[in-house]
Each structure stands twice: as structure tokens, then as C-alpha cells.
């Protein structure tokens, strides 16, 4: 079965890749010839999801699968949430994006957070699924670590020894993510199906 993920982040193929079953082989958009901005005008995970997905099927005839992440911190009120991508502006850079939040959380003590992820799958048969997935954990004081994206240095998940998921492995990581609990939900009904 072909399948395409509607992303080119590679760190996002990455960590998916692996959780994958063998017998399906997932096309990235580059792979199939999409090179446009995808559309994610929503104000929520789950309505990014479907709208990357569902573009994806429309104008290239294929099942595809497409995943909106937040970051949803307590002090802030469950900022940025769905605009975590932007939250330091357009450009959409990390480090800015890791600066400012580090910089609304100084002198915080409620660090608490966590990170949710919508997958949703469009069939090629025209029906559309959802699963979610969702890891809890802090935000630490400083950046730590090299490994992983986006907000990985300054989140230390609650199940884990205290290092944030860039201090971690990509297994190790993907033992307990949001993401991997979420493509979990997409592999059982792939399976299902
Ligand atoms: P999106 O799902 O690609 O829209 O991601 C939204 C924002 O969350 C971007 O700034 C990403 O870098 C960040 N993000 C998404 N997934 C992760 C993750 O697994 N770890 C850290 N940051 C992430």
C-alpha cells in the first residue's frame, strides 16, 4: 500500500517512518511532486489535519495522512496551542519560537505542559479518521540537547528521567510521544482495514 504523509519536515518522516508497518511505503509530498504550501487555516489540530490531508487528495488523487502538533503550556493558558509554529512570528524558527517561550515562562513555577498531535487519514475511498495522541511534561529552565526539532530542548516529559526529547534518541522519543501515540492509532486501523 502507498501512502503519503503530507509533510517535508524530515525530522517528522523520521520519527514516522519507523512506526510504520514494512508493507507500506510512504511517499512524502516531494515524492509526489508537491511542492506548494499546503493550506492550515484552521484554529484547531484537528481541523490542520484534515484540511492537509484532504488537500492532498484532492489535487493529487492519493490516501494521504497529515499531523497538526501544539504545544499547550498551563501557564499560558494552553498558548501556543495550535499556533506553535508561528509563535514568534511568520518566519516559523525554532530558535526564535524556543526564545520567546522561554522568556513568558521566566520566572514562572507552573513549567507544566504537553504536547498533543492530530493525525488525520484521507482514504482514497473519500472517508476521512482521526487519532490523537499526547505526552506530558515541563518546560525546563534552559535548552537542552541537539537531538530531535522544533520545541525538543526545553521539553522534559513526565514519564522520562528529566532529559528533554533532544537529549533522547529518536527510539527513545518515539517510545512516548505525542506523534508515535497518535501514527499508533493510524497503524491499528491500517491494520484493522
Ligand atoms: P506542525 O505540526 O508542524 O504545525 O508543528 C507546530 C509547531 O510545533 C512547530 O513549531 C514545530 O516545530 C513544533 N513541533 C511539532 N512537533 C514537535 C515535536 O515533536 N517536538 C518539538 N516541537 C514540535
Same mark, same amino acid.
Given at each position: 500500500?502507498?501512502?503519503?504523509?503530507?509533510?517535508?519536515?524530515? /525530522?517528522?518522516?523520521?520519527?514516522? &517512518?519507523?512506526?510504520?508497518?514494512?508493507?507500506?511505503?510512504?511517499?512524502?509530498?516531494?515524492?509526489?511532486?508537491?511542492?506548494?504550501?499546503?493550506?492550515?487555516?484552521? +484554529?484547531?489540530?484537528?481541523?490542520?489535519?484534515?484540511?492537509?490531508?484532504?488537500?492532498?487528495?484532492?489535487?493529487?488523487?492519493? @490516501?494521504?495522512?497529515?499531523?497538526?502538533?501544539?504545544? =499547550?503550556?498551563?501557564?499560558?493558558?494552553? @498558548?501556543?496551542?495550535?499556533?506553535?509554529?508561528?509563535?514568534?512570528?511568520?518566519?516559523? $524558527?525554532? =530558535? +526564535?519560537?524556543?526564545?520567546?517561550?522561554?522568556?513568558? $515562562?521566566?520566572?514562572?513555577?507552573? &513549567?507544566?505542559? &504537553? !504536547?498533543?498531535?492530530?493525525?488525520?487519514?484521507?482514504?482514497?475511498?473519500?472517508?476521512? /479518521?482521526? !487519532?490523537?495522541?499526547?505526552?506530558?511534561?515541563?518546560?525546563?529552565?534552559?535548552?537542552?540537547?541537539?537531538?530531535?526539532?522544533?520545541?525538543?530542548?526545553?521539553?522534559?516529559?513526565? =514519564?522520562? +528521567?528529566?532529559?528533554?526529547?533532544?537529549?533522547?534518541?529518536?527510539?527513545?522519543?518515539?517510545?512516548?510521544?505525542?506523534?508515535?501515540?497518535?501514527? @499508533?492509532?493510524?497503524?491499528?486501523?491500517?491494520?484493522?482495514?
Amino acid at each position: 500500500m502507498r501512502l503519503c504523509f503530507a509533510s517535508n519536515n524530515a /525530522h517528522k518522516l523520521d520519527e514516522i &517512518r519507523p512506526l510504520l508497518p514494512a508493507s507500506l511505503e510512504l511517499l512524502s509530498l516531494a515524492d509526489i511532486g508537491c511542492h506548494e504550501e499546503l493550506p492550515e487555516t484552521q +484554529d484547531n489540530l484537528e481541523g490542520n489535519a484534515r484540511q492537509k490531508a484532504e488537500y492532498v487528495r484532492q489535487h493529487y488523487g492519493m @490516501a494521504c495522512f497529515a499531523d497538526d502538533t501544539g504545544l =499547550e503550556v498551563t501557564a499560558l493558558g494552553g @498558548a501556543p496551542g495550535v499556533y506553535s509554529a508561528r509563535y514568534a512570528g511568520p518566519q516559523r $524558527l525554532a =530558535e +526564535d519560537n524556543v526564545a520567546k517561550l522561554l522568556q513568558e $515562562l521566566a520566572g514562572q513555577p507552573d &513549567r507544566s505542559a &504537553r !504536547f498533543r498531535t492530530v493525525v488525520a487519514l484521507a482514504g482514497a475511498d473519500g472517508t476521512m /479518521h482521526e !487519532f490523537a495522541g499526547e505526552v506530558a511534561g515541563r518546560i525546563t529552565e534552559d535548552q537542552r540537547g541537539t537531538g530531535g526539532f522544533g520545541y525538543d530542548p526545553v521539553f522534559a516529559p513526565t =514519564e522520562g +528521567d528529566g532529559r528533554t526529547f533532544a537529549e533522547m534518541s529518536g527510539t527513545e522519543k518515539n517510545r512516548i510521544s505525542h506523534r508515535a501515540r497518535a501514527v @499508533a492509532g493510524l497503524v491499528a486501523f491500517l491494520n484493522e482495514a
